[in-house]
């Protein structure tokens, strides 16, 4: 048997074309189902009690007047879950500790945050619920409370765990501490480099908690039979792991719980562990009724995981020719109430656009009575990426060079040796930098209060387990399953390539997102990994296909294995063969499939390895209201390597994206605690996020510097682009006003206090 | 025989020894040579930590061939958002 390979060889070449979105449709005539769409006969409505404290013992919890409520129908509090001992899962960007994720979900022994949950109620009605929830008798021992991350790490705070001790130290710390962890990584001499350095920058950066912000609030419906298995539809990044989670929590086996995926509203990393999933369960089986659940923003924004707020202080070194010679950073990242922030990533990110030979970065993760963190697009990146991309066009300011110019010399190439170890396979940054130096944008003038800046962001990109299904249906058509939920564009991406490995037209591939009973186990749409690994599965399922197929088209034709090739949609005679016989197409053999061996399909199932990174840079224009303190974004242009795009649309939608989210996390978004440990603005009118009105059209430059590891190229692209916006918008401040803001977000009321502490607050 | 080098914290469970030449020639004996000699580090090498061989980050395939010549880097498990 003859076989083609890949990269449109066999088909229409969809692959890298702008094709309709195959759920384009649902989505703009609201048909589309989210995660409150969904209902069920009988079903409840289950709310959660929340704590009132930042910080308390748990001393007793009184359910028996709620209980007694006509119309409540289960009440589930700490004593409804099994405790969990110490052990870390995979959950978004870090490690999760099952023992913390079971306190996360319900408080246990204490409350760690304002907003965390102490008891939740299913009745027949939501009013009904409300009024369980106030009638619930919660005896709280509160305690001290420290928010800041910095506070939090002095001796004398209040310790949030009395078994958390520093982790990564000597000796052994023998008490309990607020800081869970000190990581650090080293690359060559820094004492060394910085001898070598005729420049040198240093300073500290403060980052706000910002929070992913999706439309969609977290919602579930849960139904458990009296079998005692589990159905559960919610949105999510990933159901694979919401049901392992679920099962563990619960003690479920996983084979008894059957998640559904929802449309989803955005996620960005935000729904990568379970909130309301494992409560809902609960209820339902106590109830022996299905129960929805839906959060409301207050609640999304208290109880649900932002992303870490930082200190971040930079030293970095350079020669009067432009070479950076050395780089230190230390690294103090929030954790919420548990431990687990992306500092580990934030550490390894610092510097790797760079090619420095000496650098060392230590980071801390460190607890605080806020909500435990979440994953956040490239979580830990943006971070430490901002504080270093600052100080590098300082760098660039002091030796009067071309900030595009300073970055290009450094980048980081095919070969380097990345500040974590391993040397970089091709990389796309000097790509990016030159695709910004060629624009129109970079050559605009400005003026008076405009700034420009310009900075680059880097990040890993992952594969992981997945699983994927093409099944040829009678009439020749295709149904394709993906396993992970489709945030970005991912059922278009996927068909493009199913459309091309197999021949077809792209609108005879219809895809859908199968559910936890449909296909084996699927990691979450996260890391960058969704287009990359579901495209590669996809492959590896048309592959058994072409390969189905022509051993079926040999046993037809009496021919050799080597007498057939699939090639372009059909399987072919080779040659005499070929005056024989006339090729096959995939309709012709799905008319005969049940008389040649029954129905056809492949069933891709790999564990994704080969993710390349992607690396980019962004360009913004800004300009700065003196009266006010306001900014207005008025040109945004970004580069990233996207390997392969798979459908540039989709692509070039990663790409605005993130630098919006980026945006607003430079300029607007900030969590603001009260003195008493509670957050001030749990709603979408005092926390400002950018919406369309905010920002002009996002130019998006699609570099491709093929990954040699992935069968078409592809690179992840979802969360580079939102690493480089901190950066850039502080250099187009500085730019603007000639003041280095150091603290974000870059908020008016900051912004016009820096101008007015400098007498340039008049137009 | 492939240089291994342990980045991060993982060094602190091996005494502070941070490089190693090993004869393994998968990632499974990689595995299994470092948790003999150093018991400590067994239960991080199960819970998972990525492994770059020759500049390519592999995570959780104990399977990955090791060449004599390879370098190879264990480092804590990458995720995202």
């Given at each position: 048997m003859a076989e083609n390979g890949t990269n449109g060889t066999n088909g229409h070449g969809y692959v890298g074309t702008r094709t309709i979105r195959p759920d384009g449709v649902d989505k703009v005539t609201g048909r589309a189902r989210f995660g409150a769409d969904f209902n069920l006969p009988g079903q409840l409505i289950g709310r959660v009690l929340r704590s009132p404290h930042p910080h308390a013992r748990l001393v007793k919890i009184d359910t028996s007047k709620a209980e007694a409520l006509p119309g409540v129908k289960a009440i589930i509090t700490r004593d409804d879950f099994p405790d969990q001992p110490s052990e870390f899962i995979p959950a978004g960007e870090m490690m999760m500790n099952y023992k913390d994720v079971v306190r996360n979900v319900m408080a246990r022994e204490k409350v760690l945050y304002e907003g965390h949950a102490v008891a939740a109620v299913a009745a027949t009605s939501a009013a009904i619920a409300r009024r369980a929830l106030k009638l619930i008798d919660v005896t709280y021992e509160v305690l001290p409370h420290v928010i800041d991350v910095v506070e939090a790490m002095r001796p004398g705070a209040p310790i949030l765990h009395d078994d958390l001790f520093t982790g990564g130290v000597e000796p052994k710390p023998d008490k309990p501490s607020n800081i869970a962890k000190r990581v650090e990584i080293t690359l060559g001499d820094v004492e060394a480099g910085f001898k070598k350095a005729d420049v040198i920058v240093e300073r500290e950066f403060k980052t706000a908690p910002v929070h992913q912000g999706y439309i969609e609030p977290h919602a579930a419906l849960a139904s458990v039979s009296e079998d005692g298995s589990a159905e559960l539809w919610c949105c999510t990044q990933g159901h694979f792991i919401v049901r392992a989670h679920c099962a563990r929590l619960l003690g479920m086996d996983i084979a008894k719980v059957r998640v559904t995926a929802s449309e989803i509203g955005g996620g960005f990393g935000g729904k990568t562990v379970v909130y309301l999933e494992p409560l809902a369960i609960a209820l339902s089986r106590k109830a022996k009724r299905p129960v929805k659940m839906v959060m409301s923003r207050e609640e999304v924004f208290k109880a649900s995981g932002p992303t870490s707020g930082a200190v971040v202080h930079v030293k970095m070194g350079a020669t009067n020719d432009g070479k950076f010679v050395a780089g230190f950073a230390e690294l103090k990242y929030q954790a919420g109430a548990f431990q687990g922030s992306p500092v580990q990533p934030g550490v390894f990110c610092a510097y790797a656009p760079y090619d420095i030979e000496n650098v060392r970065v230590i980071g801390y993760d460190v607890v605080s009575n806020r909500p435990k963190v979440a994953a956040y697009r490239a979580p830990g990146a943006p971070i430490s990426e901002f504080a270093v991309e600052s100080v590098v066009d300082e760098i660039a300011k002091k030796l009067r060079l071309d900030p595009i110019e300073l970055r290009m010399m450094n980048a980081a190439r095919e070969g380097t040796k990345a500040a974590y170890g391993p040397k970089f396979g091709p990389l796309g940054l000097e790509e990016t930098l030159n695709s910004i130096k060629k624009t129109e944008h970079w050559n605009t003038p400005l003026r008076k209060w405009q700034g420009r800046g310009v900075a680059s962001g880097f990040w890993f990109n992952i594969g992981g387990e997945t699983c994927a299904s093409l099944t040829i249906n009678e009439d020749g058509t295709v149904s394709l399953m993906a396993g992970t939920p489709d945030i970005g564009g991912l059922r278009a991406a996927l068909t493009n390539v199913a459309a091309d490995e197999l021949g077809i037209p792209y609108e005879k591939v219809r895809p859908i997102i199968g559910d936890t009973?449909?296909?084996?186990f699927t990691f979450l749409t996260g890391g960058s990994r969704s287009a990359f690994s579901g495209s590669m599965a996809i492959v590896e399922a048309a592959k058994q296909i072409k390969a189905e197929l022509c051993a079926r088209a040999a046993k037809l034709w009496d021919a050799k294995p080597d007498q057939v090739e699939f090639k372009e949609g059909h399987v072919r005679p080779l040659g005499a063969l070929a005056e024989k016989v006339k090729p096959m197409s995939i309709a012709d053999f799905a008319k005969v499939a049940g008389k040649t061996g029954g129905p056809i399909g492949g069933y891709g199932r790999i564990n994704a390895q080969g993710a390349g990174p992607s690396l980019g840079t962004h360009l913004v224009d800004l300009e700065v209201d003196p009266e006010t303190g306001r900014v207005t974004i008025l040109r945004y242009t970004v580069a990233q390597d996207a390997g392969k795009a798979l459908h540039p649309a989709y692509v070039e939608g990663q790409f605005q994206g993130g630098a919006v989210q980026g945006i607003g996390w430079a300029l607007n978004e900030e969590y603001i605690y009260g003195a008493d440990g509670k957050l001030q603005n749990p709603g979408f009118l005092d926390y400002r996020m950018p919406v369309a009105s905010d920002v002009p059209m996002i130019d998006a430059i699609l570099v491709e510097v093929a990954n040699p590891k992935h069968p078409y190229g592809v690179r992840g692209v979802?969360?580079?682009?939102?690493?480089?916006p901190l950066g850039a918008i502080a250099n187009a401040m500085e730019q603007a006003t000639g003041i280095r803001f150091?603290?974000?977000?870059?908020?008016p009321p900051k912004v016009l206090k820096a101008l007015k502490e400098r007498g340039l607050n008049k137009v | 025989m492939a240089r291994v080098v342990l980045v991060g914290n993982l060094a602190r469970l091996t005494g502070g020894v941070a490089e190693f030449r090993l004869s393994a020639t998968s990632v499974k004996q990689l595995f299994e040579q470092l948790a003999a000699l150093y018991p400590e580090i067994e239960p991080h090498l199960r819970e998972g930590v990525a492994v770059a061989v020759d500049g390519q980050i592999y995570q959780d395939d104990l399977f990955q061939s090791i060449a004599p010549d390879s370098e190879v880097f264990l480092l804590p498990q990458i995720a995202g958002g």
């Open positions: 009973g449909s296909l084996g979802g969360e580079t682009p939102i690493v480089p150091t603290e974000l977000p870059m908020s | -």
